[in-house]
């Protein structure tokens, strides 16, 4: 049975860091990729970013580049994201989800649809 379990929300001042955790279960990460999506109140989920299965390349939205970085630790089956920088804007809940594909095109992030979804992790920017 595949699960994700999301980790490591919480509140946070403007200009911190957070690092949060997607343990994967039910499949290995070298048969799936993860990937992250946000979704603040009132507004549409978005894709945040994403580690491919095959290789390991990441990939980010423009939204979060230079700020987030995504790593995976085969070893423990679980996906990183780690945030710096945050801002007010990045307040939402996170989600981790398995990724059949992803990438860029012509410059901008693209994702397919996932199949299977975390519960979620609430980040809050605030001071």
């Known amino acids: 049975q595949v699960q994700l379990v999301e980790s490591g929300g919480g509140l946070v001042q403007p200009g911190g860091s957070l690092r949060l955790s997607c343990a994967a279960s039910?499949?290995?990460?070298?048969?799936?990729?993860i990937a992250w999506f946000r979704q603040a109140p009132g507004k549409e989920r978005e894709g945040v970013s994403c580690?491919?299965?095959?290789?390991?390349?990441?990939y980010y939205a423009d939204s979060v580049k230079g700020r987030f970085t995504l790593s995976r630790d085969n070893a423990n089956n679980t996906v990183y994201l780690q945030m710096h920088s945050l801002k007010p804007e990045d307040t939402a809940v996170y989600y981790c989800?398995?990724?059949?594909?992803?990438?860029?095109?012509?410059?901008?992030?693209?994702?397919?649809?996932?199949?299977?979804w975390g519960q979620g992790t609430q980040v809050t920017v605030s001071s």
């Open positions: 989800a398995t990724s059949s594909g992803c990438g860029y095109y012509s410059g901008t992030y693209y994702y397919f649809p996932p199949d299977y």
């Open positions: 039910g499949f290995t990460l070298d048969y799936a990729g």
């Open positions: 580690i491919r299965s095959s290789d390991g390349s990441t």
